[in-house]
């Protein structure tokens, strides 16, 4: 239910007076809302994995560290550095301006819109509400309707734990949505894809609202031939089937490698899928499903491309009832098929075969630009050459995904795949104006600042503009020649 009997507009009313009144800018008050979600987190952890589970049948363990423990770090580091972000940042002041002082003050913008994704219902509803309160802002969460048990559970316990005076929640679908769009927000944050995003940023031109977009793309995994095979096909594996089985922005979903190095790679990957999963993956209680059946009729398209219905190499198994997928290679398939022209979110993964490995930074770059690219490699040159050659919002080098983690990485997109970023202090600035300040007092008068400008007044301003203490020095006893 949430606020959706309330008009958009009424809603968007009320959280602009309770930001006026100041309450939100406090430090302690954006303290005692963090330690709200907090004490959430913690009380209902077991009605949030129930609601995953719901909604993806995510593993309960896999829930725990990708939902629950994330959200619970970002909440205790933001509790933690929260005095220090906002305390004024002190910069050097100018000669001009002397004797005076600078600072960037971190303002709260206002009143914020956070549309969630469905992947990670919980995470990417929590986490960004995290940052905007951090910042002083009042804030509005609308949960995806495609996870409708978190959706639902946010609005039934979130406003237990804050002030629901400047934070709520707005349920429902496409309609709602648009309604919200409507109205003016101070800043928007979507995660989700790059169509939805387009709608966004053209309500959001409108009022010329500043947006923060977390899309996606298609992530490729570069494997040389130099590397731990055993070790880097648990990472992939791991990063593709245990983050959501592939419904992940940041999953692979494309490996690159050399065509001799291919059978190796395709026989490891094989290998770890069954240990991991079992020789009926279908049955493996490690892997979530395929959130419904548009997203399961998405995939079984793809793979029913006639240029690569004969390229399955291992799995393809399908549960249209369970809305399941087993885990899925296929290798060597044309660019030009289905599968290469759009992101896959899902548990298939191609394998592309080259005959030289740095052949994979113009099939990478003939892409739109991932959120993610990932690179395997014992090369020093090769690394620098990926990272100099490739373009994407973040970069793993013998891994995937756990960059993710790392609160002192922005995470976001570029191009395609998004724009702005967040994550720990990068949260806080997300939703913070910098604004500059300079104090001066009424000392140090500068008559030469002021008209009429005489030919000696010119020479002296000229000689401070310039910084030349020289000049300076002689235009201040009128010895300078023009």
Not at 14 to 37: A, C, D, M, N, P
Not at 245 to 272: E, M, R
Not at 460 to 466: D, Q
Request: net charge neutral.
């Amino acid at each position: 239910m949430g606020d959706e009997l309330q008009s958009p507009g009424e809603l968007v009313s009320e959280l602009r007076e309770s930001f006026r009144s100041g309450k939100t800018r406090s430090y302690k008050w954006r303290k005692t809302q963090l330690k709200g979600i907090l004490r959430m987190i913690v009380e209902k952890e077991t009605e949030i994995t129930d609601a995953l589970y719901v909604d993806l049948s995510k593993p309960k363990f896999e829930s725990f560290i990708h939902e629950i423990t994330l959200a619970k770090h970002s909440c205790e580091l933001t509790l933690k550095e929260l005095e220090h972000w906002m305390k004024p940042e002190k910069v050097s002041s100018i000669l001009t301006a002397f004797p005076s002082s600078s600072k960037i003050v971190s303002e709260p913008l206002g009143v914020v819109l956070i549309i969630s994704a469905w992947n990670f219902p919980f995470l990417l509803g929590i986490d960004p509400v995290i940052g905007a309160i951090a910042a002083g802002n009042a804030v509005v969460l609308k949960p995806s309707e495609i996870s409708p048990a978190t959706s639902s559970l946010f609005a039934r316990i979130l406003p237990s734990y804050v002030d629901s005076s400047c934070i709520k929640i707005v349920e429902g679908s496409i309609p709602e949505t648009t309604r919200l769009l409507e109205q003016k927000w101070d800043k928007i944050l979507y995660t989700g894809n790059a169509i939805v995003a387009r709608i966004i940023l053209a309500a959001a031109a409108k009022h010329l609202t500043p947006v923060v977009l977390e899309l996606g793309g298609k992530c490729p995994v570069v494997v040389d031939s130099d590397i731990d095979l055993k070790a880097a096909a648990r990472r992939i594996v791991v990063g593709k089937w245990g983050t959501n089985n592939g419904q992940a922005c940041i999953a692979p979903d494309y490996i690159i490698t050399t065509k001799s190095f291919s059978p190796k790679l395709v026989d490891a990957l094989k290998i770890t899928l069954e240990k991991f999963y079992g020789k009926e993956p279908m049955k493996s209680e490690d892997l979530s499903r395929v959130v419904n059946s548009n997203h399961f009729s998405r995939l079984t398209r793809l793979l029913a491309d006639e240029k690569v219905s004969d390229k399955v190499i291992h799995g393809g198994e399908r549960d249209e009832k369970q809305l399941k997928i087993a885990p899925t290679l296929l290798l060597d398939i044309p660019d030009d098929s289905l599968m290469m022209q759009e992101e896959i979110f899902g548990p298939l993964l191609p394998i592309i075969t080259v005959d030289n490995l740095e052949e994979s930074f113009d099939l990478i770059n003939s892409k739109p630009k991932p959120l993610a690219a990932y690179l395997f490699t014992a090369s020093k040159k090769l690394k620098e050459k990926f990272l100099n050659s490739v373009s994407a919002g973040g970069m793993l080098i013998n891994d995937t995904t756990i960059h993710f983690t790392n609160t002192n990485l922005p995470f976001g997109g570029v191009g395609e795949s998004g724009m702005g970023s967040y994550h720990g202090k990068f949260s806080f600035d997300a939703f913070t104006h910098k604004k500059a300040v300079l104090h001066r007092s009424f000392v140090g008068e500068v008559s030469a600042r002021y008209p009429p400008y005489t030919p000696r007044k010119q020479k002296f301003l000229k000689a401070v503009l310039n910084g030349d203490i020289t000049d300076l020095v002689l235009s201040v006893f009128g010895w300078l020649k023009s």
